[in-house]
């Protein structure tokens, strides 16, 4: 009983909603997926903010068929100048 604590604690505190910086390698293999179709996943580009380019990663639980967000964001300055210059130059939109 003493380790369910800390642990259901620990579970709670790591599905955090925050954006996860990635490195440049994994952010361009991320955007290769970008509008390919997929069953039980999907990866949206969101664009750009603040010197940011984000992805939105969205997977489906085989178990309950609920959609769960995940996004991703890499500092433009880390990515090669040919990839950042063939990103979209379109601004994130504010999500409220």
């Known amino acids: 009983m003493k380790l369910l604590i800390p642990l259901l604690l620990a579970l709670l505190l790591s599905g955090s909603s925050d ?3 990635v490195t440049p390698s ?6 290769a997926e970008v509008g390919m179709p997929q069953s039980m996943h999907s990866v949206t580009y969101l664009g750009r903010r603040e010197g940011r380019a984000y992805i939105k990663r969205s997977s489906m639980s085989a178990v309950s068929r609920k959609w769960s967000d995940h996004v991703i964001y890499v ?7 040919n990839f950042r210059d063939s ?3 379109t601004e994130m939109k504010d999500s409220k």
């Open 87 to 89: 990103l979209p130059k």
């Open 75 to 81: 500092e433009l300055t880390e990515l090669d100048a």
């Open 19 to 21: 954006p996860e910086h």
């Open 26 to 31: 994994e952010f361009k293999k991320q955007y």
